[in-house]
């Protein structure tokens, strides 16, 4: 059974910090690129961060360069995001995928910056 299971998410304050964790079960996962999603409330899903799967490419989308960074851990079947200078616009659901031809899918975790 695929699972993708996000952690990580809370509530910060602008300026601060979160790191999300996805671990990966029931399938190859060094074979797949992994990704960071995010949805704010009305909006569409938006990638954040991808990265291949030896991690030696990574893309960010520009809103948050020089702020997140992308990494995993093929022995641990874990992505991390390290979310920096967090902002009110960060604000949402971050999601994990999972694409090598097929996706998969985590459950979200939500992300909130706010005083």
């Known amino acids: 059974q695929v699972q993708l299971v996000e952690s990580g998410g809370g509530l910060v304050q602008p300026g601060g910090s979160l790191r999300l964790s996805c671990v990966a079960s029931g399938f190859t996962f060094s074979l797949y690129d992994m990704s960071w999603y995010r949805q704010a409330p009305g909006k569409e899903r938006e990638l954040v961060a991808r990265?291949?799967?030896?991690?030696?490419?990574?893309n960010y989308a520009d809103s948050v360069k020089g702020r997140f960074t992308i990494s995993r851990d093929n022995v641990k079947k874990t992505v991390y995001l390290q979310m920096n200078s967090l902002k009110p616009e960060d604000t949402g659901t971050y999601y994990c995928?999972?694409?090598?031809?097929?996706?998969?899918w985590g459950q979200g975790t939500q992300v909130t910056v706010s005083e």
């Open positions: 990265i291949s799967t030896s991690g030696v490419r990574t």
């Open positions: 995928q999972a694409r090598s031809g097929r996706e998969y």
